[in-house]
């Protein structure tokens, strides 16, 4: 873990390109929301940000399987929503509240594909902004 002069832990911050992603991808699930709104299942919101990714040209990967390891044996496989440009990965909620397992979910998703960020979206929110969190891995 990364500490600042005060002994504070330190997040290390995703890079430029990271941050465009990160952007480029809420505004398109800005827009999803804006047209549907809240109170659909999940699934209807990941097929509407999937048009949304590729109406504006953004790179995904709609349920990307990634393989899981365990001591350097495959011992099964496990779905990301969506993961932008091989880089960013995106799980979408459609749920009354986000709740720590959410997050402790996503942190596992970081841990073993060994990628820095998620954004864990809800789409159960009267605003947006209110269901989007930036999950960042940090090593040990």
């Not at 299942?41 to 709609?62: D, G, H, K, M, T």
């Not at 789409?123 to 969190?133: M, S, T």
């Amino acid at each position: 873990m990364l500490r600042d002069r005060l002994g504070y832990d330190v997040r290390p911050e995703p890079n430029e390109e990271m941050d465009r992603l990160t952007e480029a991808v809420i505004g398109a699930a800005i827009e999803v929301h804006r047209a549907l709104g809240p109170g659909l299942p999940e699934s209807v919101y990941e097929n509407a940000l999937c048009v949304e990714l590729q109406l504006r040209q953004i790179p995904f990967e709609c349920q990307s399987v990634q393989a899981v390891y365990y001591k350097e044996h495959k011992v099964g496989e496990m779905r990301l929503d969506l993961l932008i440009c091989g880089k960013l990965i995106v799980e979408l909620k459609a749920v009354d509240a986000l709740l720590p397992i959410h997050k402790a979910q996503v942190i596992g998703y970081l841990q073993l594909t060994k990628r820095q960020l998620v954004l864990l979206i809800n789409f159960n929110v009267r605003a947006l902004k209110d269901g989007v969190r930036r999950v960042i891995f940090t090593p040990d």
